[in-house]
T-cell receptor, first 113, second 114 residues
Framework: KAGVTQTPRYLIKTRGQQVTLSCSPISGHRSVSWYQQTPGQGLQFLFEYFSETQRNKGNFPGRFSGRQFSNSRSEMNVSTLELGDSALYLC????????????FGPGTRLTVT | GESVGLHLPTLSVQEGDNSIINCAYSNSASDYFIWYKQESGKGPQFIIDIRSNMDKRQGQRVTVLLNKTVKHLSLQIAATQPGDSAVYFCAETPSYNQGGKLIFGQGTELSVKP
């Protein structure tokens, strides 16, 4: 069974631009969560989608948004990029039960210059 | 591979020794506590979980202990191997029924010397 895939793996953007990251969960998994990983703040929860609906949301500004499609694939968008948005963005999927046992993708490394 | 350059506590052990990684959690109401392992260039990988009504749970070469009195969680790895070298995160989830929100701890870098 294929694991969680994320595209692109690396991305360089300029301040003020926007970016869209994509995540394809494991086949059969209906929940997708997104996390931001930085040296200073560690792993922080952004939001979770289940059956195309946002089920949980972390403490991030409105510039961070996401969505989930009917095939469970998910995208997250960051608008008006700031230098502090440079991070590794991870997505994780679960079946929808045992939600704490999450399967993570390799992440997208976003660098904002 | 990917490195997030985390400035983390480091635990260095000799191959074959036992390792103990500690974590303090914040929310007394959390339902599940979990350990994840993150190797360089990869996303975190689930190791083991323990529900809040348990004190101890064992897996293959790993044991998790939960002390709710002092809000402390530990991961014991028996006969540590070079392949165990990674960053280890504890995490908690507010409630089993409230979806996939995980709150992660700072992380500890485990280095295994051959």
């Amino acid at each position: 069974k294929a694991g969680v895939t994320q595209t692109p793996r690396y991305l360089i953007k300029t301040r003020g631009q926007q970016v869209t990251l994509s995540c394809s969960p494991i086949s059969g998994h209906r929940s997708v969560s997104w996390y931001q990983q930085t040296p200073g703040q560690g792993l922080q929860f952004l939001f979770e989608y289940f059956s195309e609906t946002q089920r949980n949301k972390g403490n991030f500004p409105g510039r961070f948004s996401g969505r989930q499609f009917s095939n469970s694939r998910s995208e997250m968008n960051v608008s008006t990029l700031e230098l502090g948005d440079s991070a590794l963005y991870l997505c994780a999927s679960t079946k929808g039960t045992r939600n704490y046992e999450q399967y993570f993708g390799p992440g997208t490394r976003l660098t904002v210059t | 591979g990917e490195s997030v350059g985390l400035h983390l506590p480091t635990l260095s052990v000799q191959e074959g020794d036992n390792s103990i990684i500690n974590c303090a959690y914040s929310n007394s109401a959390s339902d599940y506590f979990i350990w994840y392992k993150q190797e360089s260039g990869k996303g975190p990988q689930f190791i083991i979980d323990i529900r809040s009504n348990m004190d101890k749970r064992q897996g293959q070469r790993v044991t998790v202990l939960l002390n709710k009195t002092v809000k402390h969680l530990s991961l014991q790895i028996a006969a540590t191997q070079p392949g165990d070298s990674a960053v280890y995160f504890c995490a908690e989830t507010p409630s089993y029924n409230q979806g996939g929100k995980l709150i992660f701890g700072q992380g500890t870098e485990l280095s295994v010397k051959p």
